[in-house]
Nanobody
Framework: QVQLVESGGGLVQAGGSLRLSCTASASTYNIHMGWFRQAPGKEREFVAAISWSGGRIYADSVKGRFTISRENAKNTVYLQMNSLKPEDTAVFYC?????????????WGQGTQVTVSS
């Protein structure tokens, strides 16, 4: 089993930036990793994903503002979030899967809170 641990959440003002990190307990070889988020009263939604080889996809709501990256040697994925909006406020979850992380993640982290004030 792969354990995922997120860090980097916090409180920022609108327009500010945060970088989230997610470290896996095992090698990330051939595993795809990504980020989801869930706001109060809303369903969990896809944010961004990155394949083992570095291919990236983003939700339309974060394109141009968020950047996902990974350091395979550190078993770590990052989410650089710029130009944050109050609508981005949510618990952000790291996810991983060997086939399709966007639709059917096998592994989930516990989440880290991101709060954007206006």
């Amino acid at each position: 089993q792969v354990q995922l641990v997120e860090s980097g959440g916090g409180l920022v003002q609108a327009g500010g930036s945060l970088r989230l990190s997610c470290t896996a307990s095992a090698s990330t070889y051939n595993i795809h990793m990504g980020w989801f988020r869930q706001a109060p009263g809303k369903e969990r939604e896809f944010v961004a994903a990155i394949s083992w080889s570095g291919g990236r996809i983003y939700a339309d709501s974060v394109k141009g503002r968020f950047t996902i990256s990974r350091e395979n040697a550190k078993n770590t994925v990052y989410l650089q979030m710029n130009s944050l909006k109050p609508e981005d406020t949510a618990v952000f979850y790291c996810a991983a899967d060997y086939v399709n992380v966007r639709t059917t993640p096998r592994y989930w982290g516990q989440g880290t809170q991101v709060t954007v004030s206006s």
